[in-house]
């Protein structure tokens, strides 16, 4: 029988614990980084000179429609105040009916008719859908599927980025575009082919070749190539250079790595072959972009494709259900982190799309929700796909502008207010740019490599990057996403969740980053392997134990949750959990392991370590939301992270951009409920034209704020 006195004495202890604990988690923790805030100065590229700052658009298909309803679709746009529209990506059978016949006068007529209603073009390349007689005289510019089928045409995206012949064609329909539009005043940029960003490859002979001669040019010989796959495994060794397969299904992790590289090094050279030959003819005002897929697309590494582009446009579509802000934050942040500078979204869904499993539309009030997100996130460009659909094709009941009556559906209202405000309000927004405090660092290396070894079906990279930035924007209410070979001075806080590749290079670059003074974190499986996808001859975080002063000594996939518990809270790990080890004496431990499989009871889970001018942090596991929130909390803390706006309630969306006239707030209410916001002091309401100090918000509601004292 327990005694009551036993009973007392240990809810005494527990509360002097909980007292001791509270008070060691709030103690003030050294700054590490004083970081401003300041904005660079130059007009982001994706502001077009000559053009309003904040651009509202819808994708038009002229080549679908009898030229005499041209003029009503362009007067329609101009009345809801759309400034620009993407044509032609799709139209190589209008521009080129036979092999080397090119017209075009049809599109100089749109384009003019387009200039009159002051809509500007963006013209796309229409290389992601080649005509029949093409891939009919040259059946080779068609793709092989990996089971050795060729593709049959009628669908998009047939064509073969590594066949030359198709690259010929390709090169040659740019180049009559660019030469006959490359000085046009309405064509204000290039969009390459469409979302390539699928990065589909052919599995011929062709690319097996071309794949043998890339790992020619980056081993030059077979041993070092068979040492760094470590190839007498099973026999793999290669005597020859043709002797090497393209990798289908499970293969050496070294050779599927230098494969998606090669997928990367094809999908660059397929859109350098039309970059150049639109540079050569068309003016530098002109911009070359791409319309990327979001975070969730990894065919290829997108830092190495968007390089040679003046900027990144995405496409971004919710498909079922409603706008997430922080998964299409994570999108937004990670394309913005691309080149590191402003975006467009090239293509957003009108109320519905026609592909998901439930193709719900968005709420009343929705779109224009998502629209100004967009802007808070960073984009300075937002386009509809599509005006209007055509009356036959794949994509008929796709959610459009205007119906197949050709008059406006009932979101156009709400898309034309929208419009307006972002013209009525582009000159606060001229020059603003997201500027963050706090990075996630994310790696295309390191994400194939986990999910070809995942270990657990339950490791989820995409969950445990949610989690961090869902923590983390709550605390700083503005975040990058960036690659971990990136400047990564102007962050206090720099977290990694799953950096499983940490060469040697790359791990001088993070220690440099924290002994100048920021806080770098690493989550679970970091500093696993070279950049070869090879284990490293040691522990993790690798090269980065001895600035950490620990290591792991043993990881772990769980088969359920475990406690986990310490200086900053107690809660649940699960997933993944690795046994920590401290060398350092100035090491310290922040979470342990309670009861589990015996090898972690009791081992440190969390721990970090100041080095240099900073702190270097390692959390082993995967915790739990409130773990998380309060792991979050000391590390921005422990970083000296300040909100950019300021405190809300739940379910408010706070971003910030940041110009030479100050800072520009954008808020939403994504929550179902009215909500009210005090602002840390007055500020001017752009929308309503006055100054306030409290502001009411309903269900998606918006406000735009103003502080020119804020830099
Ligand atoms: C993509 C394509 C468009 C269209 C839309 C439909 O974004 O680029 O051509 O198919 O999807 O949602």
Same mark, same amino acid.
């Given at each position: 029988?327990?005694? &009551?006195?036993?009973?007392?004495?240990?809810?005494?202890?527990?509360?002097?614990?909980?007292?001791? +604990?509270?008070?060691?988690?709030?103690?003030?923790?050294?700054?590490?980084?004083?970081?401003?805030?300041?904005?660079?100065?130059?007009? &982001?590229?994706?502001?077009?000179?000559?053009?309003?700052?904040?651009?509202?658009?819808?994708?038009?298909?002229?080549?679908?429609?009898?030229?005499?309803?041209?003029?009503?679709?362009?007067?329609?746009?101009?009345?809801?105040?759309?400034? @620009?529209?993407?044509?032609?990506?799709?139209?190589?059978?209008?521009?080129?009916?036979?092999?080397?016949?090119?017209?075009?006068?049809?599109?100089?007529?749109?384009?003019?008719?387009?200039?009159?209603?002051?809509?500007?073009?963006?013209?796309?390349?229409?290389?992601?859908?080649?005509?029949?007689?093409?891939?009919?005289?040259?059946?080779?510019?068609?793709?092989?599927?990996?089971?050795?089928?060729?593709?049959?045409?009628?669908?998009?995206?047939?064509?073969?980025?590594?066949?030359?012949?198709?690259?010929?064609?390709?090169?040659?329909?740019?180049?009559?575009?660019?030469?006959?539009?490359?000085?046009?005043?309405?064509?204000?940029?290039?969009?390459?082919?469409?979302?390539?960003?699928?990065?589909?490859?052919?599995?011929?002979?062709?690319?097996?070749?071309?794949?043998?001669?890339?790992?020619?040019?980056?081993?030059?010989?077979?041993?070092?190539?068979?040492?760094?796959?470590?190839?007498?495994?099973?026999?793999?060794?290669?005597?020859?250079?043709?002797?090497?397969?393209?990798?289908?299904?499970?293969?050496?992790?070294?050779?599927? $790595?230098?494969?998606?590289?090669?997928?990367?090094?094809?999908?660059?050279?397929?859109?350098?072959?039309?970059?150049?030959?639109?540079?050569?003819?068309?003016?530098?005002?002109?911009?070359?972009?791409?319309?990327?897929?979001?975070?969730?697309?990894?065919?290829?590494?997108?830092?190495?494709?968007?390089?040679? +582009?003046?900027?990144?446009?995405?496409?971004?579509?919710?498909?079922?259900?409603?706008?997430?802000?922080?998964?299409?934050?994570?999108?937004?942040?990670?394309?913005?982190?691309?080149?590191?500078?402003?975006?467009?979204?090239?293509?957003?869904?009108?109320?519905?799309?026609?592909?998901?499993?439930?193709?719900?539309?968005?709420?009343?009030?929705?779109?224009?929700?998502?629209?100004?997100?967009?802007?808070?996130?960073?984009?300075?460009?937002?386009?509809?796909?599509?005006?209007? =659909? /055509?009356?036959?094709?794949?994509?008929?009941?796709?959610?459009?502008? @205007?119906?197949?009556?050709?008059?406006?559906?009932?979101?156009?209202?709400?898309?034309?207010?929208?419009?307006?405000?972002?013209?009525?309000?582009?000159?606060?927004?001229?020059?603003?740019?997201?500027?963050?405090?706090?990075?996630?660092?994310?790696?295309?290396?390191?994400?194939?490599?986990?999910?070809?070894?995942?270990?657990?079906?339950?490791?989820?990279?995409?969950?445990?990057?949610?989690?961090?930035? !869902?923590?983390?924007?709550?605390?700083?209410?503005?975040?990058?996403?960036?690659? &971990?070979?990136?400047?990564?001075?102007?962050?206090?806080?720099? @977290?990694? &969740?799953?950096?499983?590749?940490?060469? *040697?290079?790359?791990?001088?670059?993070?220690? #440099?980053?924290? *002994?100048?003074?920021?806080?770098?974190?690493?989550?679970?499986?970091?500093?696993? *392997?070279?950049?070869?996808?090879?284990?490293?001859?040691?522990?993790?975080?690798?090269?980065?134990?001895?600035?950490?002063?620990?290591?792991?000594?043993?990881?772990?996939?769980?088969?359920?949750?475990?406690?986990?518990?310490?200086?900053?809270?107690?809660?649940? /790990?699960?997933?993944?959990?690795?046994?920590?080890?401290?060398?350092?004496?100035?090491?310290?431990?922040?979470?342990?392991?309670?009861? =589990?499989?015996?090898?972690?009871?009791?081992?440190? #889970?969390?721990?970090?370590?100041?080095?240099?001018?900073?702190?270097?942090?390692?959390?082993?596991?995967? %915790?739990?939301?409130?773990?998380?929130?309060?792991?979050?909390?000391?590390?921005?803390?422990?970083?000296?992270?300040?909100?950019?706006?300021?405190?809300?309630?739940?379910?408010?969306?706070?971003?910030?951009?940041?110009?030479?006239?100050?800072?520009?707030?954008? %808020?939403?209410?994504?929550?179902?409920?009215?909500?009210?916001?005090?602002?840390?002091?007055?500020?001017? =309401? $752009?929308?309503?034209?006055?100054?306030?100090?409290?502001?009411?918000?309903?269900?998606?509601?918006?406000?735009?704020?103003?502080?020119?004292? *804020? !830099?």
């Amino acid at each position: 029988m327990r005694s &009551p006195f036993r009973i007392c004495t240990v809810l005494i202890a527990v509360l002097v614990l909980i007292g001791a +604990l509270s008070l060691y988690a709030q103690r003030p923790l050294p700054a590490l980084k004083m970081v401003s805030a300041d904005s660079n100065a130059q007009t &982001p590229r994706t502001q077009l000179p000559g053009h309003n700052a904040l651009l509202m658009g819808a994708d038009w298909y002229p080549e679908q429609w009898p030229e005499e309803r041209w003029e009503t679709d362009l007067r329609m746009m101009e009345a809801a105040h759309l400034d @620009v529209s993407r044509i032609a990506e799709f139209a190589w059978s209008r521009m080129e009916p036979s092999e080397g016949h090119y017209d075009f006068a049809w599109l100089e007529r749109a384009i003019r008719l387009a200039e009159k209603h002051h809509v500007a073009i963006v013209l796309g390349t229409p290389t992601a859908a080649p005509p029949a007689w093409l891939t009919q005289k040259y059946p080779e510019t068609l793709r092989v599927e990996p089971d050795g089928q060729r593709v049959t045409h009628g669908m998009r995206a047939h064509g073969s980025v590594t066949s030359a012949k198709y690259r010929e064609f390709c090169r040659r329909i740019a180049e009559e575009m660019a030469k006959r539009f490359g000085h046009d005043p309405n064509v204000v940029g290039w969009q390459i082919d469409n979302e390539y960003g699928y990065a589909l490859m052919s599995y011929n002979e062709e690319a097996r070749r071309q794949f043998q001669d890339w790992l020619k040019a980056k081993y030059k010989t077979l041993d070092a190539l068979n040492e760094h796959w470590t190839t007498f495994y099973w026999s793999q060794t290669y005597d020859n250079w043709d002797e090497i397969p393209i990798p289908m299904g499970e293969h050496n992790p070294g050779l599927l $790595l230098d494969w998606k590289h090669f997928v990367t090094y094809a999908w660059a050279g397929y859109q350098q072959n039309q970059i150049d030959a639109i540079r050569a003819h068309a003016d530098p005002r002109q911009f070359i972009t791409g319309n990327f897929m979001g975070y969730g697309f990894n065919g290829f590494d997108h830092y190495i494709v968007t390089k040679p +582009l003046t900027l990144v446009a995405w496409d971004d579509y919710v498909g079922t259900g409603h706008l997430d802000p922080d998964a299409n934050g994570i999108s937004h942040d990670a394309m913005r982190g691309l080149k590191r500078e402003n975006i467009w979204v090239i293509e957003t869904q009108p109320g519905a799309v026609n592909w998901s499993h439930l193709n719900n539309a968005l709420n009343k009030g929705e779109t224009r929700a998502m629209a100004w997100h967009d802007i808070g996130h960073g984009a300075d460009e937002v386009s509809y796909w599509q005006w209007r =659909s /055509a009356l036959n094709g794949q994509e008929e009941i796709h959610g459009t502008l @205007v119906g197949p009556d050709g008059k406006g559906v009932p979101l156009l209202e709400e898309v034309a207010q929208t419009a307006k405000e972002f013209a009525d309000l582009q000159n606060a927004f001229r020059d603003t740019r997201v500027v963050s405090q706090v990075a996630l660092l994310s790696d295309y290396d390191s994400r194939w490599a986990i999910d070809w070894q995942r270990h657990t079906e339950k490791y989820d990279q995409f969950a445990i990057l949610k989690s961090y930035y !869902h923590a983390l924007r709550k605390l700083s209410q503005s975040m990058d996403i960036v690659s &971990p070979d990136a400047p990564l001075d102007s962050y206090k806080l720099v @977290v990694a &969740p799953d950096l499983y590749l940490i060469p *040697k290079e790359r791990a001088a670059h993070l220690a #440099a980053y924290v *002994k100048n003074g920021g806080h770098l974190v690493l989550g679970p499986r970091s500093g696993m *392997k070279d950049e070869f996808n090879a284990l490293l001859p040691i522990r993790q975080p690798g090269y980065l134990a001895e600035p950490l002063g620990g290591q792991v000594e043993q990881y772990y996939a769980m088969e359920k949750a475990v406690p986990v518990n310490g200086s900053l809270g107690s809660g649940e /790990a699960s997933v993944w959990a690795e046994w920590l080890k401290t060398s350092a004496p100035d090491a310290e431990v922040l979470l342990r392991y309670g009861r =589990s499989n015996g090898w972690l009871d009791g081992q440190p #889970a969390v721990i970090t370590r100041p080095y240099g001018r900073g702190r270097i942090t390692y959390i082993g596991t995967v %915790l739990d939301d409130k773990l998380m929130q309060a792991t979050a909390e000391w590390m921005s803390k422990a970083s000296d992270v300040t909100l950019a706006f300021g405190a809300v309630p739940d379910g408010i969306e706070a971003s910030r951009r940041v110009g030479p006239n100050g800072a520009m707030y954008v %808020l939403i209410n994504w929550s179902a409920e009215g909500q009210s916001v005090t602002l840390p002091h007055a500020m001017q =309401s $752009l929308l309503e034209q006055r100054e306030v100090t409290q502001i009411q918000l309903p269900q998606y509601g918006v406000a735009i704020l103003s502080d020119p004292s *804020k !830099h």
